[in-house]
């Protein structure tokens, strides 16, 4: 197991300077089943497409749903099909992006395995993790599954607009988000309603304009 | 990977084995993180515990938030803390039954880590699976994952209150469970107003007498 995960991270690093010579941002978005994955890149797909050109990488263990879903607002996307297993690979990014005209792509989204652990351990040449927790699956989260949130740079708290029905305590996954990981960004949004999504947008867009050394 | 497969499969029959020996009920409680696991095991022990005496394996990567939750309920727990790993094999569960007395237990709930991947794929010894999917985490996901759901003798519906504001399809779900798994046994459950728990404790404790041969 140690020896596959060195050989991730070398592969990682393959993927990192392929996308450094196209200029492209790689952002990786983690979950859990059914925390919003799908739609949260579609709300940043909405307000960055004017301004870069967006590809997606679709995870999935079987099937190709989220695939379709994409594909219906005219975006690039691929489907990574695991064929069963929980996380994704650098070397699958490595394979996948052969798929892709890198030429004519700035961003890509990488919609990861739902799943709070695996997906966590392995890096896949990105520049940054996004993870989402949303609001009905408990504010024990983070301190539950740690890794994934020390790893990721934003934490986004989805479906913001169940909180009181659920007694959800944000401000305790805020702390236990600071806990593990000090710098985290934290956002509370929701789809339902667009709350939040434009704080999370322009977080998100600084981001890739300092990946891609346009700032 | 197929060899560490292969070994739990003999593991798993040993853990049986011994659960035999003192005629214990092992049952398998599975779903993503906050489906509602140890609410909904909570909830049958709440209607289960006169008629059994009943113990519970309390998975989790990090922590012990809920094995403080159960044994405050005066049921004993034993923490199986998987440092990390996503999943509960075998081999833990037969370690871990050391630290019951088994002489004094009928019942034994395992919950799982909240991953609907990796579990599914291990086997530990019990005698049925009671998959969790929670409204708010979309009706896709039987079709997303469907190995859980085919090696699982039920499904639980949980947070079943919610299903008008998320606009779930509880049909799609049924039907896709039907579809890998023709036998299961579909609940609609909601620990918040209790609908479908005297269902599914019923069916529970038919299938624990079967398995302890009190039929």
């Given amino acids: 197991m140690h020896q596959v995960m060195e050989w991730n991270e070398d592969v990682s690093d393959a993927v990192k300077a392929e996308l450094a010579e196209h200029n492209i941002c790689l952002i990786n978005v983690?979950?859990?089943?059914?925390?919003?994955?799908?739609?949260?890149?579609?709300?940043?797909?909405?307000?960055?497409?004017?301004?870069?050109?967006?590809?997606?990488?679709?995870?999935?263990?079987?099937?190709?749903?989220?695939?379709?879903?994409?594909?219906?607002?005219?975006?690039p996307v691929v489907q990574l099909d695991t064929d069963g297993a929980c996380h994704i690979e650098a070397m699958s990014i490595q394979h996948i992006l052969k798929e892709f005209d890198l030429t004519a792509l700035d961003v890509i989204f990488v919609e990861n395995i739902g799943n709070l652990v695996c997906p966590a351990e392995f890096n896949i040449g990105e520049h940054f993790r996004l993870a989402l927790l949303s609001i009905p699956e408990g504010d024990d989260k983070v301190e539950k599954y740690p890794l994934m949130f020390a790893t990721s740079q934003a934490l986004?708290?989805?479906?913001?607009?169940?909180?009181?029905?659920?007694?959800?305590?944000?401000?305790?996954?805020?702390?236990?988000?600071?806990?593990?990981?000090?710098?985290?960004?934290?956002?509370?949004?929701?789809?339902?309603?667009?709350?939040?999504?434009?704080?999370?947008?322009?977080?998100?867009s600084h981001r890739i304009d300092e990946v891609r050394g346009t700032t």
Same sequence: chains 1, 2.
């Fill in 156 to 204: 986004a708290m989805n479906k913001y607009d169940l909180k009181e029905y659920f007694g959800f305590d944000d401000e305790r996954v805020e702390r236990s988000a600071r806990g593990v990981n000090p710098d985290v960004q934290v956002f509370r949004v929701s789809s339902r309603d667009g709350m939040g999504l434009e704080e999370l947008t322009s977080w998100v």
């Fill in 30 to 75: 983690l979950g859990s089943p059914g925390a919003g994955k799908t739609s949260t890149i579609l709300s940043l797909i909405e307000r960055l497409r004017s301004k870069y050109r967006i590809g997606v990488i679709e995870g999935d263990i079987a099937g190709q749903i989220d695939a379709d879903t994409i594909h219906a607002q005219g975006i």
